[in-house]
């Protein structure tokens, strides 16, 4: 477990430590400020299960993107786990995936290390790869399509089209000026408003159905049946809070 070169942060690092430590796993903590060739030095010597790469500030993303590249220059099989403040699931799978082929897991926060560590050291840890891989390959085509997506006008046409402000004309006094008191309102018209797509991303159940909002979601074959039922869950909590 290392923080990457060029980067000083370690309080992540230190928790992810902590927790593995806790769940008896042996760690081995580098520090900070970490050369990719010390991190390669340090797993040649240890041959440890997965090897950690953690960082906070956005050059970090690009040292990452390196350590990987030289992980697989010199035929390491190891798994890569990534973690940090400005890394992403996304980024992994676009930009690091992409350098390392045997394994590479964007870990969201430090609680979910053990699992993380526990599916790479158990029997199934070739499944849970490809379901990783499956789910990275699903969002590195995503990000690709939003590219092809994009049409850029020229700097000559956006300049024509800047907006063009009246500064002489005034804007319409508000109906309402001050704190407005709304009184026996029904709450359940409220619920109807809920945007339950990032109540089911919030618990990584993305499922891998064409359309994966609510409630398209209830019908994808792998995650379907648990999101039906912490949607029951969740509904049956919002009716004691508006009991």
């Known amino acids: 477990m290392a923080t990457v070169k060029g980067d000083v942060h370690d309080i992540g690092k230190n928790i992810v430590g902590v927790v593995l430590g806790c769940n008896n796993y042996n760690v081995i903590d580098m520090g900070v400020m970490v050369p990719a060739e010390k991190i390669l030095e340090k797993a040649l010597e240890t041959k440890p299960d997965v090897i950690w790469l953690s960082g906070l500030i956005t050059p970090s993303l690009d040292e990452m993107v390196y350590v990987a590249e030289q992980l697989k220059a010199r035929g390491f099989t190891t798994p890569l786990m990534i ?20 394994g590479v897991i964007h870990v969201l926060d430090a609680s979910r290390s053990c699992t993380v560590v526990s599916a790479l050291k158990g029997l199934e840890k070739v499944g849970y790869l490809d379901d990783i891989n499956e789910e ?43 704190t407005q008191f709304i009184e026996d309102h029904d709450i359940n018209e409220l619920v109807e408003y809920i945007d339950w797509t990032p109540f089911f991303q919030v618990y990584q159940l993305r499922g891998k159905y064409p359309n994966r909002d609510y409630p398209a979601i209830f019908k994808d074959a792998r995650v379907g049946p648990e999101a039906e039922k912490l949607f029951a869950e969740a509904k049956e909590m919002l009716a004691w809070i508006v009991k």
Do not use: C, N
């Not at 006008?153 to 004309?169: E, G, H, I, S, V």
């Open 83 to 102: 973690g940090g403040a400005t890394t992403s699931k996304r980024h992994t799978a676009v930009k690091i995936q992409t350098k390392y082929p045997h």
């Open 136 to 178: 990275y390959k699903e969002i590195r085509d995503e990000y690709y399509a939003t590219l092809i997506d994009k049409k850029w006008k020229t700097l000559a046409k956006a300049k024509t089209m800047k907006p063009m402000l009246d500064w002489t004309r005034v804007p319409p006094k508000p109906k309402f000026i001050g």
